[in-house]
């Protein structure tokens, strides 16, 4: 142990084994920081989003919740609610007005808060308490359309309530599609006595719960397998489409960001654990020289590399929690909400990747190394590298594995592998047939450029590696600011600050005129009018629903409810023609509904409407963009199937802040008009991806910083070679003029051919990312194709020539009594 201890003292003194415990520090880290800011900022997405639930979890049912349901959540020290939402009949002496009624226990809600104000029509403020038993929040527009006041009595049923604060916003019902009555709150206390529940009644009832992701995992795992057809259980990214994709998308770049941390962690240890090693060719043909036996050697490096990693480790860790801690105050004045403290549950992956690469890298080297014999290990080429190509194999699969169990999952892991395998061989091929050329120009090279070129193919196989890493590096930068860019503008495209927040429904033929007319007076910016006529699907190739769905398994979207059908001459906003003629007197169906229910041109569907049977053929298919907040649908008709029927005509519109209390006082002249405000959920869309659009400066920042710094352990791994070469070229009379010419040629080249080749892999791997991780469209982006060779070219060579600066400075002699 002291032996091993003294050879450890000697190797920090040279610098040997400093190489390996720096890239060590800067795996764990890098892989640390990043690892907990994101499992930060995903734990703050889904804070706000179960802002918007009101809970953490909630099962909704179309039954009374069981009792046992409760009591289970209790045996598991979860926080319970209870909502049970209805739509009634308010009276205020002769008024009256459907309206939708949330009837909320004490503890409601769990997360979020209510907005409520004392002004009609005023922004609010937040209370975290319900109303109180005999009291009744409602709406503003609701208490125009009944023309009454705080303090005013309503009939609720039997129940007579006070109106006790007008209802700005309720946390848990901000979402959903029935909401489009004027609504109301009021204590669980008071349903009972108001007997407007009855068998047949329709009605929705929630169980909110709040509390410790384990036990409310256990509750999942008790609860779901007894849930039947009217019954769901709904997390905070299930909220909605939107919320759910948006969040979705952001986690996954999160864990592409992280993944990449790895991937650059791997490379980092790799190029550390080969200088390592070929640094000990003499010391350890000394110690066999000396009679150490492979088993001692083996000891001996086991305890070094045991130490090396406990201090490492340890350090890194250290520096990866302080590191996070920087990045979350610097974002902490951008984010509208604190980030939740970080998990010390959180800290098993660096040190998990600090674990997994020293295996995976350093004991096969090592552990060949020590097999070499005394002769081979003496000879200046020694056989060290013979088996290093099945050495990184098994690097390149460790980490892999290290990947899938950080993302959870294959796919993103896998587009990255075969991203890397792919770049591995391009640059293979590229590399060999350039350096090639470039030995075949340069025949006698007598000036820096022809030296420079020159030296490419004369270190084939090293400069192909480093080739290799350059590329790497680079295009794992390009992905980050592709997706950055992409992705970032792609979100903020489809939520322009002025998307439709608002819905207008039960809107009847002799109302439209009158309500443009109010609209155009305000300024309100608004979509054009579609009828709607609801339709069921019955048959399909006049083979019916139920016999090709029996039980209703596994029976698409398209035919499993009522849908909303319209009729149009032209093709809406957010609507594109995939296939057919959209002009054709027949159906035209959204893409993914076709795609989902295996249709095509020329099939045809039966649809049931209001009990008469209308029959048509599919004649043009077309791709819907859900999330323009445009009115849209899955299936268009032709005027002349529809025209007989009494349709309700919807639209949407963006309502601003300063036009809410006037809209909403116009529309009071219009009580039969139903009102949807998705404001909220738009708000909530914003603000994830404000916030995540900052977070990403920062992590790629993070990222790009332990690139460079791969990139300098990367050009210090060949640096012995091109000390030595300059020194030769000294000797024989070279100027530093010359010889920094021929080292800003080699590292150039090594530049523009790596930015090239990572441009075209981060093409590649932004395509597959977008296309199957972030289900968005694909998209080219020129912009890559630019920066990639200039980072390239400057990046690498400033980095070369800095750190082969030695070379230039110091006495050619004292360079080759060094070498």
Same mark, same amino acid.
Request: net charge negative.
């Given at each position: 142990?002291?032996?091993?201890?003294?050879?450890?003292?000697?190797?920090?003194?040279?610098?040997?084994?400093?190489?390996?415990?720096?890239?060590?520090?800067?795996?764990?880290?890098?892989?640390?920081?990043?690892?907990?800011?994101?499992?930060?900022?995903?734990?703050?997405?889904?804070?706000?989003?179960?802002?918007?639930?009101?809970? @953490?979890?909630?099962?909704?049912?179309?039954?009374?919740?069981?009792?046992?349901?409760?009591?289970?959540?209790?045996?598991?020290?979860?926080?319970?609610?209870?909502?049970?939402?209805?739509?009634?009949?308010?009276?205020?002496?002769?008024?009256?007005?459907?309206?939708?009624? #949330?009837?909320?226990?004490?503890?409601?809600?769990?997360?979020?808060?209510?907005?409520? @104000?004392?002004?009609?029509?005023?922004?609010?403020?937040?209370?975290?308490?319900?109303?109180?038993?005999?009291?009744? +929040?409602?709406?503003?527009?609701?208490?125009?359309?009944?023309?009454?006041?705080?303090?005013?009595?309503?009939?609720?049923?039997?129940?007579?309530?006070?109106?006790?604060?007008?209802?700005?916003?309720?946390?848990?019902?901000?979402? #959903?599609?029935?909401?489009?009555?004027?609504?109301?709150?009021?204590?669980?206390?008071?349903?009972?006595?108001?007997?407007?529940?009855?068998?047949?009644?329709?009605?929705?009832?929630?169980?909110?719960?709040?509390?410790?992701?384990?036990?409310?995992?256990?509750?999942?795992?008790?609860?779901?397998?007894?849930?039947?057809?009217?019954?769901?259980?709904?997390?905070?990214?299930?909220?909605?489409?939107?919320?759910?994709?948006?969040?979705?998308?952001?986690?996954?770049?999160?864990?592409?960001?992280?993944?990449?941390?790895?991937?650059?962690?791997?490379?980092?240890?790799?190029?550390?654990?080969?200088?390592?090693?070929?640094?000990?060719?003499?010391?350890?043909?000394?110690?066999?020289?000396?009679?150490?036996?492979?088993?001692?050697?083996?000891?001996?490096?086991?305890?070094?590399?045991?130490?090396?990693?406990?201090?490492?480790?340890?350090?890194?860790?250290?520096?990866?929690?302080?590191?996070?801690?920087?990045?979350?105050?610097?974002?902490?004045?951008?984010?509208?909400?604190?980030?939740?403290?970080?998990?010390?549950?959180?800290? +098993?992956?660096?040190?998990?990747?600090?674990?997994?690469?020293?295996?995976? %890298?350093?004991?096969?080297?090592?552990?060949?190394?020590?097999?070499?014999?005394?002769?081979?290990?003496?000879?200046?080429?020694?056989?060290?590298?013979?088996?290093?190509?099945?050495?990184?194999?098994?690097?390149?699969?460790?980490?892999?594995?290290?990947?899938?169990?950080?993302?959870?999952?294959?796919?993103?892991?896998?587009?990255?592998?075969?991203?890397?395998?792919?770049?591995?061989?391009?640059?293979?091929?590229?590399?060999?047939?350039?350096?090639?050329?470039?030995?075949?120009?340069?025949?006698?090279?007598?000036?820096? +450029?022809?030296?420079?070129?020159?030296?490419?193919?004369?270190?084939?196989?090293?400069?192909?590696?480093?080739?290799?890493?350059?590329?790497?590096?680079?295009?794992?930068?390009?992905?980050?600011?592709?997706?950055?860019?992409?992705?970032?503008?792609?979100?903020?495209?489809?939520?322009?600050?002025?998307?439709?927040?608002?819905?207008?429904?039960?809107?009847?033929?002799?109302?439209?005129?009158?309500?443009?007319?109010?609209?155009?007076?305000?300024?309100?910016?608004?979509?054009?009018?579609?009828?709607?006529?609801?339709?069921?699907?019955?048959?399909?190739?006049?083979?019916?629903?139920?016999?090709?769905?029996?039980?209703?398994?596994?029976?698409?979207?398209?035919?499993?409810?009522?849908?909303?059908?319209?009729?149009?001459?032209?093709?809406?906003?957010?609507?594109?023609?995939?296939?057919?003629?959209?002009?054709?007197?027949?159906?035209?169906?959204?893409?993914?509904?076709?795609?989902?229910?295996?249709?095509?041109?020329?099939?045809?569907?039966?649809?049931?409407?209001?009990?008469?049977?209308?029959?048509?053929?599919?004649?043009?298919?077309?791709?819907?963009?859900?999330?323009?907040?445009?009115?849209?649908?899955?299936?268009?008709?032709?005027?002349?199937?529809?025209?007989?029927?009494?349709?309700?005509?919807?639209?949407?519109?963006?309502?601003?802040?300063?036009?809410?209390?006037?809209?909403?006082?116009?529309?009071?002249? %219009?009580?039969?008009?139903?009102?949807?405000?998705?404001?909220?959920?738009?708000?909530?869309?914003?603000?994830?991806?404000?916030?995540?659009?900052?977070?990403?400066?920062?992590?790629?920042?993070?990222?790009?910083?332990?690139?460079?710094?791969?990139?300098?352990?990367?050009?210090?791994?060949?640096?012995?070679?091109?000390?030595?070469?300059?020194?030769?070229?000294?000797?024989?009379?070279?100027?530093?003029?010359?010889?920094?010419?021929?080292?800003?040629?080699?590292?150039?080249?090594?530049?523009?051919? #790596?930015?090239?080749?990572?441009?075209?892999?981060?093409?590649?791997?932004?395509?597959?990312?977008?296309?199957?991780?972030?289900?968005?469209?694909? #998209?080219?982006?020129?912009?890559?194709?630019?920066?990639?060779?200039?980072?390239?070219?400057?990046?690498?060579?400033?980095?070369?020539?800095?750190?082969?600066?030695?070379?230039?400075?110091?006495?050619?002699?004292?360079?080759?009594?060094?070498?």
């Amino acid at each position: 142990m002291n032996f091993t201890f003294r050879l450890m003292l000697r190797d920090i003194r040279s610098g040997d084994l400093l190489t390996l415990l720096f890239a060590l520090i800067i795996s764990v880290s890098t892989v640390t920081s990043i690892g907990l800011f994101i499992d930060r900022l995903q734990l703050s997405f889904e804070q706000e989003s179960a802002n918007l639930l009101a809970a @953490d979890r909630l099962v909704r049912s179309d039954d009374t919740i069981a009792k046992d349901w409760e009591d289970k959540a209790s045996e598991l020290t979860l926080k319970t609610a209870q909502r049970t939402s209805y739509t009634t009949m308010l009276f205020a002496g002769d008024s009256l007005q459907l309206s939708q009624i #949330s009837a909320v226990t004490n503890s409601y809600p769990l997360k979020g808060a209510f907005l409520v @104000d004392d002004e009609l029509f005023g922004v609010g403020t937040k209370s975290t308490s319900s109303p109180e038993k005999g009291n009744i +929040w409602v709406s503003s527009r609701l208490a125009s359309l009944l023309n009454i006041q705080l303090g005013d009595k309503v009939e609720v049923g039997d129940a007579t309530l006070t109106v006790s604060k007008y209802l700005v916003r309720d946390p848990g019902s901000s979402s #959903s599609a029935f909401a489009i009555s004027p609504r109301a709150v009021m204590s669980m206390d008071d349903l009972e006595s108001t007997h407007v529940i009855i068998p047949g009644s329709r009605v929705r009832y929630s169980l909110l719960l709040a509390g410790d992701k384990d036990a409310l995992q256990a509750y999942q795992n008790w609860l779901e397998p007894q849930l039947n057809e009217g019954q769901r259980w709904q997390t905070p990214t299930q909220r909605g489409e939107r919320i759910g994709d948006t969040i979705g998308r952001a986690e996954s770049f999160l864990l592409l960001a992280g993944t990449l941390a790895v991937v650059m962690s791997g490379v980092a240890m790799a190029l550390a654990s080969a200088r390592f090693v070929k640094r000990h060719l003499m010391q350890v043909a000394i110690l066999k020289t000396l009679g150490a036996t492979p088993p001692l050697l083996r000891r001996i490096f086991f305890q070094q590399l045991f130490a090396l990693f406990v201090v490492g480790a340890g350090l890194g860790l250290a520096i990866g929690w302080g590191l996070q801690e920087v990045i979350a105050s610097l974002l902490s004045g951008l984010m509208s909400t604190a980030l939740p403290e970080p998990s010390f549950a959180r800290l +098993w992956l660096g040190a998990a990747t600090g674990l997994i690469s020293m295996l995976v %890298f350093c004991l096969p080297l090592m552990s060949h190394l020590i097999k070499i014999s005394p002769l081979s290990v003496l000879q200046p080429n020694a056989k060290v590298e013979l088996n290093s190509l099945f050495i990184y194999l098994v690097g390149f699969v460790g980490m892999y594995a290290l990947m899938c169990v950080y993302t959870k999952g294959f796919l993103l892991p896998s587009i990255m592998t075969a991203a890397i395998a792919g770049i591995a061989l391009l640059v293979a091929a590229i590399g060999w047939l350039a350096f090639k050329l470039g030995r075949s120009l340069t025949s006698g090279a007598t000036s820096g +450029w022809q030296i420079g070129l020159a030296a490419l193919y004369r270190r084939l196989i090293p400069n192909l590696f480093q080739l290799l890493v350059f590329t790497l590096i680079i295009m794992l930068g390009l992905i980050l600011i592709g997706i950055k860019s992409s992705l970032i503008a792609d979100w903020q495209q489809q939520l322009p600050e002025d998307a439709p927040n608002h819905y207008l429904f039960n809107v009847q033929a002799d109302q439209v005129d009158a309500i443009n007319d109010q609209t155009a007076q305000l300024g309100v910016k608004r979509s054009d009018w579609y009828p709607m006529v609801r339709g069921r699907v019955t048959a399909v190739n006049d083979e019916s629903v139920q016999s090709l769905y029996p039980e209703e398994r596994g029976e698409p979207e398209l035919y499993e409810r009522e849908l909303n059908l319209t009729w149009s001459d032209n093709l809406g906003k957010g609507n594109e023609l995939v296939e057919g003629d959209f002009s054709a007197e027949g159906l035209s169906v959204e893409q993914k509904a076709a795609k989902e229910a295996n249709l095509s041109i020329g099939d045809e569907l039966t649809i049931n409407i209001g009990g008469n049977i209308v029959t048509l053929p599919i004649t043009s298919i077309r791709t819907v963009d859900w999330g323009s907040m445009q009115p849209n649908f899955y299936l268009i008709l032709p005027k002349s199937a529809l025209e007989n029927y009494p349709a309700n005509f919807v639209s949407s519109l963006f309502i601003g802040g300063d036009d809410a209390q006037p809209f909403y006082k116009a529309m009071s002249s %219009f009580p039969t008009v139903s009102i949807l405000n998705v404001g909220d959920i738009l708000k909530q869309i914003q603000t994830i991806i404000g916030q995540l659009s900052q977070a990403i400066q920062l992590v790629l920042l993070c990222i790009l910083s332990a690139g460079a710094l791969v990139l300098l352990a990367s050009v210090r791994s060949t640096l012995e070679e091109r000390l030595e070469e300059g020194a030769l070229l000294r000797v024989l009379g070279a100027r530093s003029a010359l010889v920094r010419q021929a080292l800003l040629v080699e590292f150039g080249a090594l530049g523009i051919f #790596s930015g090239l080749i990572a441009a075209i892999g981060a093409e590649s791997c932004l395509y597959g990312l977008q296309v199957f991780v972030f289900n968005a469209q694909a #998209s080219f982006h020129p912009l890559l194709w630019l920066i990639g060779p200039v980072i390239g070219v400057f990046v690498i060579s400033t980095i070369g020539v800095f750190a082969s600066r030695t070379v230039l400075k110091v006495p050619p002699m004292h360079l080759l009594r060094d070498l």
